[in-house]
């Protein structure tokens, strides 16, 4: 039977986490102290050990990660998951690092948590291995978020970065993708080379491929001496095509050689010069339809999408809004702005907007708010009309829904609309039938057989009917 070992300073969380291990036919135990984990580690074997990053409770210097690199020493056969409620890149890079299977954001979902162990455990028997990663020299990797959905993308960088592999990052517009190029360079092994960055939809074909591969002197007019080109300049580092989608056939051609020979020609010269700079790619575009329209070179797409990350739009992360929005007012700021903070309804507002031009948008929005602030707090009257109005909208479409929600029957929802109308106008059966239009008798009939007498006849309300 697999053993396995969950520490956490909370109760709730070990009884929870061991009871369905157990339920799986695991042989589950806990701790709550680092003493006694180190202590059971010591004395027992244990094929998984699942942890808390953040141990606080468990006195100083018992960190996830400092107890996972003694577990490591201790019982270095044992695969430990590392639970975080704050997950970030940063985290996933130690975790694999140090050496853990993986990490798991809180609140968790049952069924990853169970998936995950199965897989620890199958590794545990040799049937899978551990990414380990190399450290990040870079710092901070500027992508903010502890959804699942940014938790799951954070553990696909920390596998992708310490491979050559190209890689195609898709994604809307505003999304992030070059902070994920920038993150898969600096966690490489070509962290401390360049990272040169291109934006293949911001130049005209020629120019776009005088600055890729460089030019030679008189090649064109203006060219007035040799010029290094961004492939060069990436030797050794991480080169990023963004918008590749937006490139032309015949520049499609050129880049498909540099990827298959690893080789560049300037711009006027017959002379291939070799270049070693692993390619990123990023695009908005779905390069599988451009493909089958014909806009795109399939043979290019193949090389590209060796290893693809999207990164999910901010409707799809909603919940990572106020950590955005705090991140983002704490930025030094391109011009004088008040507002310091937000307010709790106007950050409502902005997790019910759906965003389209996402993090990039919720940017631009919280310095226009900033500006017309008028005190240190953002509130609803600050945040550009369409975002006002789309809250509106979402409050209307709420509260139409709510009597629906859970399906009631029709004499339910006859009930639950006879008890709103004696509400609003304070137990007054004859405002309520003229509102219901029907007559008051009906009107009593229905209080009697839905037993809303007692309910319903206040004292306000029986003065009201008394004077009638």
């Not at 202590?39 to 006195?59: H, T, Y």
């Not at 545990?124 to 502890?146: K, R």
């Not at 509400?423 to 039938?433: C, K, V």
């Amino acid at each position: 039977m697999k053993r396995i070992l969950v520490i956490d300073d909370d109760f709730e969380t070990c009884d929870f986490l061991t009871d369905i291990f157990s339920e799986e036919g695991w042989d589950a135990v806990f701790s709550q102290t680092a003493e006694d984990a180190r202590a059971m580690v010591e004395q027992s074997r244990f094929d998984l050990i699942v942890s808390d990053i953040n141990l606080d409770g468990l006195g100083k210097g018992a960190s996830g990660v400092a107890l996972l690199k003694e577990f490591k020493r201790i019982s270095p056969d044992s695969e430990i998951i590392l639970i975080s409620g704050f997950g970030t890149l940063e985290t996933a890079v130690e975790a694999a690092r140090e050496g853990a299977f993986d990490y798991i954001s809180k609140p968790f979902d049952v069924n990853e948590v169970i998936a995950a162990a199965r897989r620890a455990l199958k590794s545990h028997d040799g049937g899978e291995t551990a990414a380990i990663l190399l450290p990040d020299p870079g710092g901070g990797s500027g992508l903010v978020g502890h959804s699942q959905k940014m938790i799951e993308l954070y553990k696909q960088i920390a596998v992708v970065a310490p491979a050559g592999s190209t890689v195609l990052v898709t994604g809307e517009s505003g999304t992030g993708k070059e902070l994920v190029a920038r993150a898969i360079h600096r966690n490489s092994p070509r962290g401390d080379k360049p990272f040169v960055a291109v934006n293949c939809g911001a130049l005209a074909e020629t120019l776009l491929e005088s600055e890729l591969f460089g030019h030679t002197k008189g090649s064109f007019t203006g060219a007035v001496s040799d010029k290094r080109g961004l492939f060069e300049e990436a030797h050794g580092g991480t080169i990023l095509l963004d918008e590749i989608g937006e490139t032309s056939p015949s520049l499609q051609v050129k880049l498909l050689r540099v990827l298959q020979e690893g080789e560049i020609r300037r711009v006027g010269s017959s002379r291939a010069v070799r270049v070693d700079a692993r390619t990123l790619a990023a695009t908005n575009r779905d390069l599988e339809q451009e493909v089958k329209e014909g806009r795109f070179r399939e043979d290019l797409y193949y090389r590209l999408n060796v290893v693809t990350l999207r990164v999910p739009p901010l409707r799809e992360r909603r919940d990572d809004i106020p950590l955005l929005a705090a991140h983002i007012m704490n930025k030094p700021r391109k011009m004088r702005a008040r507002a310091a903070s937000i307010s709790k309804e106007a950050l409502a507002m902005l997790e019910q907007y759906d965003w389209p031009g996402n993090v990039r948008e919720l940017e631009n929005t919280l310095e226009h708010a900033a500006v017309y602030a008028r005190g240190s707090v953002i509130t609803p009257e600050d945040l550009p009309e369409k975002i006002v109005r789309r809250s509106r909208a979402t409050r209307r479409e709420n509260e139409l829904r709510a009597p629906f929600e859970d399906f009631p029957t029709l004499d339910e929802l006859e009930r639950r609309y006879l008890v709103y109308v004696l509400e609003s106008f304070g137990g007054s059966r004859a405002r309520a039938a003229e509102m219901m239009g029907i007559d008051r008798r009906t009107v009593t009939r229905m209080i009697e057989r839905y037993g809303l007498q007692a309910g319903h006849e206040s004292e306000s309300t029986t003065h009201s009917m008394a004077g009638e």
